[in-house]
Nanobody, 129 residues
């Protein structure tokens, strides 16, 4: 069982930045691809960014490319989401998720909700105008 705990959410003004962190339990963090998803009020959960188990491959939703950066520190069992130039439409609960390292996990499938095996509880990000 893998437990994921997100942190770093909060209230920020439009144009500001936040860095989210997600720390996982266990000693096999580098056997998991990691992703960030978000869910705004009244909307479906949507993909934001993902990174492969080594961090060598990353992928982003078009809406955040160039402004958000996902990274991971396997020594710290932590994945990060650096968010810059935030706008009110980014307001949502942000979740991190872990996908076991299997042949089904590719740069494409990492964008898919169903590829992930474990989820955190989420952290609220609110961007004021």
């Amino acid at each position: 069982q893998v437990q994921l705990v997100e942190s770093g959410g909060g209230l920020v003004q439009a144009g500001g930045s936040l860095r989210l962190s997600c720390t996982t339990s266990g000693r096999t963090f580098n056997n998991y691809a990691m992703g960030w998803f978000r869910q705004a009020a009244g909307k479906e959960l949507e993909f934001v960014a993902a990174t492969s188990w080594s961090g060598g491959s990353t992928t982003y939703a078009d809406s955040v490319k160039g402004r958000f950066t996902i990274s991971r520190d396997n020594a710290k069992n932590t994945v990060y989401l650096q968010m810059k130039s935030l706008q009110p439409k980014a307001t949502a609960v942000y979740y991190c998720a872990a996908a076991r390292r299997t042949s089904r996990i590719t740069i494409t499938t990492m964008k898919v909700l169903g590829a992930y095996d474990y989820w955190g509880q989420g952290t609220q990000v609110t961007v004021s105008s």
